[in-house]
């Protein structure tokens, strides 16, 4: 077990009642503080672990190290770090019943130029990737990113239907419609993380 020497400290005074978490260091070469025999303390009086909810009473707990195991606490900022990197691209039901309004560091992908000193992206303009002002885009895969292609309508031409006696039952048919040209799809609204 590490010790915590007090032979160096001249005094140290904890305030009435206050509770002292030693987390598992022990006690050495323990005097008289401020007039009072401390020798005696034994750690199995120092406080327990919780074994109940504990309040902070609306306060927040700062100074917080980053978790190195799956039940410690951990900050806003490591959360939202180890999640979604900046840059990350995520679907938004932003009119979907109770949905909260856009968190802080998100914005919409509607191609604005961005007005955000404190983001790495201040003065860039935000890809459209929901149609504002221009092409609605299905996101696809890709081993770099921005490039754009494909169009919003498109035609099939048969060049001569006689020749394929499938095709006679769609002659002087509509084969294709704008109903045809997408696949069945859900609308929801892309947002990135830019800070």
Known sequence: ???????????????????????????????????????????????????????????????????????????????????????????????????????????????????DEDSVYDTQTIPDLNGSIGTQRFLRGETTSGGTGGTETHTHTIPDQNKWSILELAKGAEITNAAATLPSYYEVVWIMRIK
């Open 1 to 115: 077990m590490t010790a915590i020497d007090f032979s160096m400290i001249e005094w140290f005074r904890l305030p009435a009642g206050a509770d002292v978490d030693m987390g598992g260091y022990d006690f050495i070469n323990v005097g008289d503080v401020d007039g009072v025999d401390i020798s005696a303390i034994a750690l199995d009086n120092m406080p327990a672990a919780p074994t109940g909810d504990i309040d902070a009473g609306n306060q927040n707990i700062i100074n917080l190290a980053d978790p190195t195991a799956a039940q410690h606490a951990a900050t806003r900022n490591y959360v939202d770090g180890s999640s979604i990197p900046i840059g990350g691209v995520v679907a938004w039901l932003k009119d979907f019943p109770n949905t909260p309004a856009l968190p802080d560091g998100y914005v919409e992908c509607n191609g604005q130029v961005l007005d």
